[in-house]
């Protein structure tokens, strides 16, 4: 099976321009969940959609938003962009909701605002 | 929420060492990864271990559940093995699903 794919691989942006990510899971894996890497924050979960629905959601401001598609493939979107906004996006699926299974990662997208 | 604590936060080797890597969590988990981050970014499963002990290769783990920690083991290491190891894992209780709580990491470096 093809692992997770993430598009693009690497993006360069200016302050107050917005960004959509795209993430495509494992074939047949419902759930996609999105995180962020940064050199200070480590990486701190952004949401998870399941069945095109956000199921959850972390500690980010409203200018991070995503969506789910009924392929299950999966956007995340950055609206007015800041210099701390430049990170490694990375993008997770698995099987199931419940999260007791083994979450995938793909390679990320590395973003840079400035 | 849970917290995730990893120790040492480096470490250096030389080739054909051993080490362990430690992984603390606050609360009772259903789901404990083990991570081994490339140069690339990309996280590469090594272990889904809440309970337990695996092997792979020159690579074990076991989780304490009880004790609320899980250890990383590596065998005659070598330079490949370079890079930063990341434990992850989410709480058993209320209704975060999928939603893991990573370590800071450790960094590896294993010298020639």
């Known amino acids: ?114 | 929420g849970i917290q995730v604590e990893q120790s040492p936060p480096d470490l250096i080797l030389q080739e054909g060492a051993n080490s362990t890597l430690r992984c603390n969590f606050s609360d009772s988990v259903n789901n404990l990864q083990w991570f081994h981050q490339n140069p690339w970014g990309q996280l590469i499963n090594l272990f889904y271990i809440p309970s337990g002990t695996k092997q792979n290769g020159r690579l074990s783990a076991t989780t304490v559940a009880t004790e609320r920690y899980s250890l990383l083991y590596i065998s005659s290491s070598q330079t490949t093995d370079s890079g930063v190891y990341f434990c992850a894992a989410k709480g058993a209780g209320g209704t975060s699903y999928g939603k893991l709580t990573f370590g800071q990491g450790t960094i590896l470096t294993v010298h020639p």
């Open chain 1, 1 to 114: 099976k093809a692992g997770v794919t993430q598009t693009p691989r690497y993006l360069i942006k200016t302050r107050g321009q917005q960004v959509t990510l795209s993430c495509s899971p494992i074939s047949g894996h419902r759930s996609v969940s999105w995180y962020q890497q940064t050199p200070g924050q480590g990486l701190q979960f952004l949401f998870e959609y399941f069945s095109e629905t956000q199921r959850n959601k972390g500690n980010f401001p409203g200018r991070f938003s995503g969506r789910q598609f009924s392929n299950s493939r999966s956007e995340m979107n950055v609206s007015t962009l800041e210099l701390g906004d430049s990170a490694l996006y990375l993008c997770a699926s698995s099987y199931i909701l419940s999260g007791t299974d083994t979450q995938y990662f793909g390679p990320g997208t590395r973003l840079t605002v400035l």
